[in-house]
């Protein structure tokens, strides 16, 4: 009689034996799947740590490019009618001429009465607004203030000039009434030397000029 069991134990394990090479090659491709996984992974990982750097270099050098401003210096030529701007602060002069019967400010420096002038002494006024365009606070002195009559160099009448010192915060202007005392006949020229700018600021009239017909 044939052996049923042995033909069966012989098929069965011939069966498991045709089985064996298929797992065994399956076991590579499932390695190179988690393989390619994992390298996908990484390079994700890599790329978002790329994106966050350059987010913060351009924020860091945008963030130093806005804060840090560097203070101007050296001597600024303005004229009467035009507003001048030096360093955060804007300076307009309105009015710069000679006169024989000067006006008085609402708020003078001195309480002292004014002096008479000499009879070849002329007065010289200055009107002017003074405007802070910082952050910071400005002092805005008149005895910062001078004026250049011809070849000299004229103080502030205190008692015809004013409002007293003060300091401006952001966006906070100051007009002020300026006098001095000098020779008579000559082209003024106002000359503002502040404690917080590093030069000298002059401020006059600009030169007419003439037209010839012919």
């Given at each position: 009689?044939?052996?049923?069991g042995r033909?069966?134990?012989?098929?069965?394990?011939?069966?498991?034996e045709?089985?064996?090479?298929?797992?065994?090659?399956g076991?590579?491709?499932?390695?190179?799947?988690?393989?390619i996984?994992a390298?996908?992974?990484?390079?994700?990982?890599l790329?978002c740590?790329?994106?966050?750097?350059?987010?913060?270099?351009?924020?860091?050098?945008?963030?130093?490019?806005t804060?840090?401003?560097g203070r101007?210096?050296g001597?600024?030529?303005?004229?009467?009618?035009?507003a001048?701007?030096?360093?955060l602060?804007?300076?307009?002069?309105n009015?710069?001429e000679?006169?024989?019967?000067p006006?008085?400010?609402?708020?003078?420096?001195?309480?002292?009465?004014?002096v008479?002038?000499?009879?070849?002494d002329?007065f010289y006024?200055?009107?002017?607004?003074?405007?802070?365009?910082?952050d910071?606070?400005?002092?805005?002195?008149?005895?910062?203030f001078?004026?250049l009559?011809?070849?000299?160099?004229?103080v502030?009448?205190?008692t015809r000039?004013?409002?007293?010192p003060?300091?401006?915060?952001?966006h906070a202007?100051?007009?002020?009434?300026?006098?001095?005392k000098g020779?008579?006949?000559y082209?003024?020229?106002l000359?503002?030397?502040?404690?917080?700018?590093?030069?000298?600021?002059?401020?006059?009239?600009?030169?007419?000029?003439?037209t010839?017909?012919?």
């Amino acid at each position: 009689m044939p052996d049923f069991g042995r033909n069966l134990e012989r098929e069965t394990g011939g069966a498991a034996e045709r089985r064996r090479p298929g797992l065994r090659m399956g076991r590579p491709g499932s390695r190179g799947i988690w393989l390619i996984l994992a390298l996908v992974l990484v390079a994700g990982i890599l790329w978002c740590v790329g994106c966050s750097k350059g987010d913060d270099t351009s924020t860091s050098g945008s963030t130093s490019s806005t804060t840090s401003v560097g203070r101007q210096s050296g001597d600024v030529q303005g004229q009467v009618g035009k507003a001048l701007t030096v360093g955060l602060v804007q300076i307009t002069l309105n009015a710069l001429e000679a006169t024989l019967n000067p006006s008085l400010p609402s708020q003078r420096m001195s309480d002292q009465p004014p002096v008479a002038p000499g009879a070849t002494d002329s007065f010289y006024q200055a009107f002017l607004r003074i405007e802070n365009l910082g952050d910071t606070p400005v002092r805005v002195d008149g005895n910062d203030f001078s004026c250049l009559v011809g070849n000299s160099i004229c103080v502030i009448d205190v008692t015809r000039s004013g409002p007293e010192p003060r300091s401006l915060l952001r966006h906070a202007s100051l007009d002020m009434l300026l006098t001095f005392k000098g020779p008579a006949g000559y082209e003024p020229v106002l000359v503002y030397r502040p404690p917080w700018y590093d030069g000298v600021i002059r401020m006059s009239r600009p030169a007419e000029t003439t037209t010839t017909s012919t």
